[in-house]
């Protein structure tokens, strides 16, 4: 195994090496989310309104496929880091074949119902229709998403961090040059409209699937893809459900956010669901980023609590703790010192551009302190300790912030929903570093006796 790196080399340098490309490639997906959105919102503003409304299941889908290969990287990286690595081909190759079918089941069931779901928001049939044809073209390509998320995991789980990100970035360049080709008909292509937003995500996400495939029979590769009478464990099956179930819950519970803030921000005006759109779209230049230092720390964090190393358990989370914050502080001064020319970029209208404003002003009150959160539930995943991460993100997502923003939102209306944002922050980023301190204490050896 080559993997003893992940053990011996200094800290700092360690996450960075690990985390940045996948800091990089969250970059370009972010962009890839603004251009693609963009784009879509020079069509209409009813098409920028429907995406918003589509994009709660779009995340049921990815979450799901992400989740489970969430679950795999940390087994991999476990099982790697005590030197089993049958157990790890094992893990590799049952979160493909298990991720295939959740994609087939996925894309059958999500396509079917969004005709109803998108009746839950608007009575507006030019928004439900646009919605309708962006999602069956889009969900199409569900199982090659699936496979496409365990093959990243995968790959993190080893180290190859600077394949995936080239992988991964690939698809969303390829998803940003054709947005403009296939949406309006430039050149040689035809004018698709929605559809061709929908497809050149697809076409993307295909893309990186397929370098995935190419880069792993190109080279050496430490893990072996491939069928052995010992591939279906039980064990190992129940070991990546038990990580990837909260790990799944966990990104699926923004669904169920947006779509309750959806339902209450509609009472008050149209213009809101648009602001609370445009926001989770804007937001993913930092949580994604954030995300990356997340899946840098995974398989570090996993590979040394397998290896036994307690100590560097510690440093690494507080490592991946002080970048994340960075990236946070970046993200607040951006918010409030240019919310109009953010906002600007997806309506012209200035009654939308100011509520947008004040919107960001507000919930960027809450970005920094969100880290302590982010990171606990990312290391606490990577130690394949999956419930107490799915208790943090429910408090985050749904226990505390639903109800806030409902009470906030019959004095203040709008207002209210964008003050719950950062109040709910702060109360889950203590309770977030309680759970993990509980978990994972500080002391090496209290963390061998938990073990």
Request: with cysteine; proline share 4%; glycine share 8%.
């Amino acid at each position: 195994m080559q993997q003893t790196f992940m053990k011996t080399r200094p800290i700092l340098p360690l996450v960075l090496s690990m985390s940045l490309p996948m800091v990089v490639s969250m970059m370009v997906a972010s962009l890839y989310n603004i251009v693609d959105s963009y784009y879509v919102a020079k069509i209409s503003e009813d098409a920028m309104t429907a995406l918003s409304l589509v994009f709660p299941i779009q995340n049921v889908i990815n979450a799901v496929t992400i989740g489970f290969s969430v679950g795999a990287n940390a087994v991999i990286s476990y099982h790697l880091g005590a030197q089993d690595t049958q157990k790890a081909n094992a893990a590799a190759v049952q979160s493909i074949v298990y991720n295939a079918i959740h994609g087939l089941v996925l894309m059958i069931g999500c396509i079917a119902v969004m005709p109803f779901f998108l009746r839950l928001f608007t009575t507006d049939a030019q928004v439900i229709d646009i919605g309708v044809r962006y999602s069956r073209v889009a969900f199409a390509f569900s199982v090659f998403v699936a496979i496409s998320m365990s093959m990243e995991k995968i790959f993190q789980a080893v180290g190859k961090m600077i394949l995936t990100m080239v992988c991964m970035m690939s698809g969303c360049v390829a998803n940003i040059l054709l947005d403009p080709l296939l949406i309006f008909g430039w050149g040689p292509f035809p004018e698709m409209g929605i559809e061709g937003a929908a497809l050149a995500t697809g076409i993307g996400q295909t893309l990186s699937l397929t370098l995935y495939i190419v880069t792993y029979f190109a080279g050496h590769f430490p893990l072996r893809l491939c069928f052995t009478a010992q591939t279906f464990q039980t064990g190992l099956t129940k070991k990546m459900y038990a990580v990837g179930i909260p790990a799944t819950l966990n990104l699926a519970l923004p669904s169920l956010l947006i779509s309750c803030l959806n339902i209450i921000l509609s009472a008050y005006s149209q213009v809101y669901v648009l602001v609370l759109g445009v926001y989770y779209k804007l937001q993913t230049f930092l949580y994604l980023p954030a995300n990356g230092i997340v899946q840098g720390m995974r398989p570090i964090i996993g590979y040394n609590f397998g290896a036994k190393e307690y100590a560097r358990v510690e440093k690494i989370y507080r490592v991946a703790l002080s970048l994340s914050v960075g990236i946070m502080a970046v993200g607040t001064l951006l918010c409030w010192f240019l919310p109009g020319q953010l906002m600007g970029l997806f309506s012209t209208n200035g009654d939308t551009i100011a509520a947008g404003s004040t919107a960001l002003r507000i919930i960027s009150i809450g970005f920094i302190v969100s880290s302590i959160s982010i990171i606990s539930c990312g290391a606490l995943e990577g130690l394949g300790m999956g419930t107490p991460s799915l208790v943090i993100s429910l408090i985050r997502y749904a226990v505390l912030i639903i109800p806030v923003a409902f009470l906030l939102s019959r004095f203040w209306e709008a207002l209210g929903v964008w003050h719950a944002f950062w109040i709910t922050e702060v109360v889950t980023a203590v309770i977030a570093y309680g759970l993990y301190r509980k978990k994972v204490p500080m002391h090496g050896a209290a963390m061998a006796k938990k073990e």
